[in-house]
């Protein structure tokens, strides 16, 4: 069986999950892992699967017959470790532009690698300024100094709370 990772983007109708479902069990693939998210009114997901090389083309054929969704399907190289989260990292703060790539900034600094990344924005109760959430799924390998991740991710601003829990 081979893997393939598959991304699609496209105008939300409802729908688009049971057509891209109904090619992968059609050409005898097994669904392994996704993501899926409505955003703006598109809807964008991704998705792991498993498939016998001999049913690529034609369910590559399928999947990009699905009307108005741009699909693109890769094949992972074999060889390269899957990442597991050893850490989940909560950024909260008054929403400014900058904070994803500030914070990616210092991650990207310490070699610690972003697993899973979500976020989003919501109106204070009190206030009803803007409160920027992310949450990061980490790989930080054995090596990582969490200390000075979170003393770095800290110093970005003084509004910015900052949490840090393993996942051991």
Do not use: C
Request: hydrophobic fraction near 40%.
């Amino acid at each position: 069986m081979k893997q393939l990772v598959i991304t699609i983007i496209g105008e939300d109708r409802p729908g688009l999950v049971e057509q891209v479902s109904n090619a992968v069990l059609e050409h005898h693939g097994s669904w392994q892992a996704s993501r899926f998210s409505k955003l703006s009114g598109y809807f964008a997901g991704i998705l792991q699967i498993a498939v016998q090389e001999s049913n690529i083309p034609a369910l590559t054929l399928s999947l990009k017959s699905i009307s108005d969704l741009d699909i693109q399907i890769s094949e992972p190289s074999s060889k390269e470790p899957v990442d597991t989260a050893t850490h989940q990292l909560a950024v909260t703060g008054n929403d400014r532009p900058g904070i994803v790539q500030e914070a990616t900034r210092v991650l990207a600094g310490l070699g610690i690698n972003i697993v899973k990344l979500t976020t989003h924005t919501e109106s204070a109760a009190n206030t009803g300024t803007m409160i920027f959430s992310a949450r990061f799924d980490l790989g930080t390998g054995q090596e990582s100094d969490l200390d000075s991740l979170q003393d770095a991710l800290e110093a970005l601003s003084d509004d910015l709370i900052v949490e840090l829990e393993s996942l051991k």
